[in-house]
């Protein structure tokens, strides 16, 4: 590939440092209406957007999430500190699993730790959560880098002309194998989550 391994691991670092989670500090100390919530989230999470235009969440994404009991429905027209969490998990969530997916993983979050008083409060839970991810930056980062060498080392009896293209292909094919295979475990452990407790 034309890009030097250090430009490689640099660019890698750049994307990587562009993922951004909402501390829950940064959250409001009241509740927001609609077009508060959503020039909020757009705020707080646009470096992650693909496209300038693309759309962080929207109010119909919203509505939708409210509607199939994935996300707490409004008090009032207003959201709470809690529902900018629990809508935090569904933007990253809503790249990888379905609706129903998403229903099953967050249904018990919701039924015990939303608007409720316990030993553990949903922010406990989402600051556990984004450490746990923060964590993972690093060897995930080496991963890549690791990646990006087996690709480089490919293909090297490809004509010339094709050989940028082929390093490219088995780069992207590597990193999706492991997306393809981390996604059969989420689904697996969703599918275990689903079936009724004896």
Not at 49 to 56: C, Q
Not at 169 to 177: D, G, T, V
């Amino acid at each position: 590939m034309t890009i030097d391994t250090k430009d490689m691991l640099n660019s890698i670092l750049a994307s990587i440092s562009r993922i951004d989670y909402i501390k829950p500090e940064e959250i409001p100390g009241i509740d927001l209406y609609m077009d508060q919530v959503t020039t909020f989230m757009e705020s707080q999470l646009s470096a992650s957007k693909r496209h300038a235009d693309d759309k962080i969440l929207t109010k119909t994404m919203i509505n939708n999430y409210a509607k199939n009991d994935i996300l707490p429905p409004p008090v009032k027209k207003k959201y709470s500190k809690e529902h900018l969490l629990m809508l935090t998990f569904i933007y990253y969530f809503k790249n990888i699993l379905s609706i129903s997916d998403i229903q099953v993983l967050l249904g018990p979050l919701t039924e015990k730790y939303f608007n409720h008083n316990g030993e553990m409060s949903l922010t406990d839970i989402y600051e556990e959560i984004m450490r746990l991810e923060l964590k993972q930056i690093d060897p995930l980062t080496k991963d890549i880098v690791r990646k990006y060498k087996m690709a480089c080392d490919s293909y090297e009896n490809a004509e010339a002309d094709n050989q940028d293209f082929l390093k490219k292909f088995a780069f992207i094919c590597m990193l999706s194998f492991d997306v393809y295979l981390k996604k059969q475990v989420i689904e697996k452990l969703i599918d275990d989550m689903a079936k009724p407790k004896k």
